[in-house]
């Protein structure tokens, strides 16, 4: 991250997560020079993955980026319009072969590296927000290296991180809650900073259309929210396969118009989430069926996963299919 990077980012106004890349080629030969070269995921990484050898090098380095971009006055960057207040510690360190690396070392490798890097971005800025370096998924290679992470961590991070590429219909919300619930975080919130429904078909399927993928795309990001996920980033149309299409990115953005400032999400059936909104509205997203609580009475307004908006009773609405309903105060 440079800051024509920021500026650009800013211009649009947009959030910024940094992950912090704790690794450069100097640094790693210096106490990895006779390890094994890998294949790094990312070209911009070098050719070694290890945790800096020159803790106080590697504390100096990201001690001066989280000051030039915390936006208290002290060192930062020219004409920062917002601070950047949300830090990544590496990305996927569990993912060591099959398409690449992102990472050399074991589960207490990374921990001593995430304790060192969450004490230095803290120090550097008190009111930044640290994410552990997403986990790949709750496939069991990944799960057997992050337990020890999260059983050991403490406080060391303020937010968990989980990624789902194509591989779970939610995004392994639900399991994933469970897994910091399980590991001492329940006190902890988590994002899915790489979330894409799954567009290959299952065994013994069809291939699901570009309409099945938009209407699953609603489901899978309302389901994830219910179960627990403060944000989620949606990868669509920048994934390198082309997403699973513009049905399902109109989809994604229709549902973050209607509840992105949402201020509580519950599960009122198997398939149906109540929203509620700052403004007293409260959206209600319905599917396979689904009807409206009991209580709600009169006419509401619908809109489909599509785009098309209509009313409706809310003592007869049935949810053919996914569907967000607002009842105005």
Same mark, same amino acid.
């Given at each position: ?16 997560? $940094? ?7 100097? +640094? ?6 006779? +390890?094994? /070269? ?11 993955? *290890?945790?800096?050898? +020159? ?18 006055? =002290?060192?930062?960057?020219?004409? &920062? ?21 992102? *990472?050399?070392?074991?589960?207490? +490798? ?43 961590? $403490? ?6 991180? =989980?990624? %789902?590429?194509? @591989? ?11 897994? &910091? ?48 996920? @403060? ?23 229709? &549902? ?9 999400? #519950?599960?009122?059936?198997? #398939? %149906? ?12 997203? &319905? ?13 509401? /307004? !619908?809109? !489909?996963?599509?785009?098309? %908006?209509?009313?409706?009773?809310? !003592? #007869? ?8 309903? !607002?009842?105005?105060?």
């Amino acid at each position: 991250m440079a800051d024509w990077h920021v500026q650009r980012w800013q211009a649009d106004r947009l959030a910024i997560i $940094g992950t912090i890349w704790p690794f450069v080629d100097w +640094d790693q030969r210096s106490c990895h020079g006779s +390890d094994p /070269e890998v294949r790094p995921v990312l070209w911009e990484l070098p050719t070694r993955l *290890f945790a800096p050898c +020159d803790d106080e090098a590697f504390v100096a380095w990201l001690s001066d980026v989280v000051e030039r971009y915390d936006g208290d006055g =002290i060192d930062d960057m020219p004409n &920062l319009a917002y601070p950047i207040r949300h830090w990544e510690v590496a990305n996927e360190p569990a993912m060591q072969g099959g398409h690449g690396h992102f *990472f050399q070392g074991s589960s207490a +490798d990374y921990l001593t590296m995430l304790r060192l890097a969450s004490d230095t971005i803290r120090a550097a800025d008190p009111e930044a927000v640290v994410l552990t370096g997403g986990q790949a998924g709750m496939q069991p290679d990944f799960v057997d290296f992050w337990r020890p992470v999260l059983e050991s961590a $403490g406080n060391t991070f303020d937010v968990g991180n =989980i990624h %789902s590429i194509g @591989s779970d219909q939610s995004f392994f919300s639900d399991d994933y809650r469970g897994f &910091l619930d399980e590991t001492g975080h329940s006190d902890k919130g988590f994002w899915v900073t790489e979330a894409l429904v799954p567009t290959a078909p299952g065994p013994g399927e069809m291939a699901p259309t570009r309409d099945q993928l938009a209407q699953n795309t609603m489901t899978g990001f309302v389901t994830a929210l219910a179960d627990g996920a @403060s944000r989620i980033f949606n990868v669509g149309p920048h994934d390198p396969t082309g997403g699973p299409g513009p049905e399902s990115d109109a989809a994604y953005l229709l &549902l973050a118009r209607t509840v992105s400032d949402f201020t509580s999400a #519950t599960w009122t059936s198997n #398939t %149906s989430v109540r929203f509620e909104m700052p403004d007293g509205r409260v959206v209600h997203v &319905l599917w396979n069926g689904a009807n409206l609580p009991a209580s709600i009475v009169g006419t509401v /307004e !619908t809109a !489909t996963y599509d785009g098309i %908006s209509g009313s409706a009773d809310a !003592t #007869t609405f049935t949810a053919d299919v996914p569907t967000l309903v !607002t009842v105005n105060p």
